[in-house]
């Protein structure tokens, strides 16, 4: 009898198949690792927590790759020919038709197409650069959030809220903590309320959002059509008792909680777009892809983060130019003037002193992804092989680039393709806001400044280079970190103060007589950061001395080294609850 030959069709559906069953591996083990945050928190092993975050992040590289691999033995047909992928992906998107969380499974298709294949191959008949489905929320058999209604005192609904948290420390003054979110309640939402108090509903989302030392009940408060956040930050004293350390009733606050100078939260989101939807709701200026990467789907929020752009480009018509500030030695920054984000090509050739190589800095950006980021940096995107209209370069701009990068650019027809480019949120550059702040504004801004610093060093960060051109200002007037090519663990770096000239020749050298090892650091020197700017110079002085003491950063190690984590949390300390000091 004749056998037919196995046909494309065949060898698609087998491929489109395998990389579904490892989506689904690697969603499921997503979740696990998610699952056990709630046990981290309450045995307060924060160093744990650090470590699976990193390994919830190791986790897509290792299952794409897995998936990868799978892919020759499931098929004798070369996995490279495009025209099977064509037929791969009709199949997937059947498979996937009636999912819930259809736009991971379709990022994770893409992620596998692209290990396999050339990125200059990225075409929608190939992969998903849109979704195959409507945007509209899934339908499910469950709600994602508990709703309250119906009570008799707003005490009795933050009672039931934090009763059913079911975590399995006991609160350390349940009654203490119900009254003081009552009290906020009563006077910060209570005034614009549009219903009477007993026609609120409260809306908790079921899960429980961990991240660092924090564990935050999300929720929303439903005034007629109107909604007002809802979030309750719980910590862990580490002496067996939980507290609520703020309520928070603020679009703007529960931003900064969702920030992109934070990392990832933890959190049990079997339906991440359900989540996205609920959240969004909440924080309508906020991006599907922040969202996203709140919730840890990093590569998914890559997906969105291009389409969004995409979007942007066809509704506007400004050019692509240098961004503002003083150029670096590294990386050659552009922006669109009517988007917020900034653009970050590593130079072909570093300038004088630099002495990093690319490998170096890509090396220096993973550590900042990995790593939390405690709202003092700033989340990247990192794309290969971007393509972006041509037209919408300036000239300037162009110029540039092709003068310090020309190996990073590719020019086919009309589009600009960049081989590799970093994205990150555009912020104003800390010596930029100096030059038009007021007395008030400087002494605040310097304040955030040293802050940022202390809190990047507890978190075992050292900036390297602590140039004010380095930082930026955010619209909530915090001083973020975002230059990264001499980033470093703390405890990598040697804090030396400057010996004393013993001889009048050594005084008057104009180089350093005495010897400097590459780990040697001389916080007397940061003074120079302020030199042309003496108002900002005394500021600092005055609230941030101790930076410029070896001792200061001594200590800082000595703590990291004994696995201490710091606490920084997303809020004002103005906006802490008092703690009878018995509970401290």
Known sequence: ????????????????????????????????????????????????????????????????????????????????????????????????????????????????????????????????????????????????????????????????????????????????????????????????????????????????????????????ICDGPHYIPLVLPILNNESGGLYVDTAIFDTS???????????????????????????????????????????????????????????HLRDSNDQFVIAPGIKGMVMSVFTLPSYDI?????????????????????????FVSRHDRIGRMADTQEFHNLSLPLARFSEELLAELRQVAPSQLVVENDKLIIRHLYTERRMEPLNLYLKDANEEQTRNVIEEYGNAIKQLAAANIFPGDMLLKNFGVTRHQRVVFYDYDEICPLTECNFRHIPEPQTEEQAMSAKPWYTVAPEDVFPEEFRLFFSGNPVARQAFTELHSEIYDPEFWQGLQKEIRQGKVVDVFPYRRKRRFPRESTCR
Do not use: C
């Open 1 to 220: 009898m004749k056998r037919l030959a196995p046909t494309h069709n065949s060898s698609a559906r087998r491929m489109a198949k395998t990389i579904y069953y490892g989506y689904q591996s690697y969603f499921s083990d997503f979740l696990n690792l998610s699952l056990g945050a709630k046990a981290r928190f309450e045995k307060a092993d924060w160093l744990g927590a650090q470590d699976s975050n990193n390994e919830r992040i190791e986790l897509y590289k290792i299952k794409v790759r897995n998936t990868s691999a799978l892919l020759d033995t499931v098929t004798t047909k070369d996995i490279t020919d495009l025209e099977l992928w064509r037929e791969a992906k009709n199949v997937f998107t059947q498979l996937i038709s009636k999912t819930t969380n259809f736009e991971i499974a379709e990022t994770f298709f893409n992620s596998v197409f692209g290990l396999i294949n050339d990125h200059d191959k990225i075409d929608d008949d190939l992969i998903y650069v849109f979704s195959s489905q409507p945007p509209e929320i899934p339908e499910s058999d469950f709600s994602i959030f508990i709703r309250y209604e119906d009570f008799s005192d707003v005490t009795e609904v933050f009672a039931s809220i934090l009763s059913d948290t079911e975590l399995s420390v006991p609160w350390e003054n349940l009654e203490r903590d119900v009254a003081a979110i009552a009290s906020a309640f009563r006077e910060d939402v209570q005034p614009q309320l549009q219903s009477s108090v007993h026609d609120l509903k409260f809306d908790v989302l079921e899960a429980i959002f961990y991240r660092s030392k924090a564990a935050y009940l999300i929720g929303r």
């Open 253 to 311: 606050e529960m931003s900064v909680i969702f920030g992109f100078t934070r990392a990832h939260f933890m959190v049990d989101a079997p339906l991440p777009h359900q989540y996205l939807h609920f959240i969004k709701k909440l924080l309508p200026h906020k991006g599907d892809y922040e969202i996203y990467t709140s919730l840890g789907f990093s590569k998914h929020a890559k997906t969105e983060f291009y389409r969004e752009l995409v979007q």
């Open 342 to 366: 900034v653009f970050k090509v590593i130079k072909d050739k570093f300038d004088p002193p630099k002495e990093v190589t690319h490998e170096i800095v890509k090396e220096k950006y993973k």
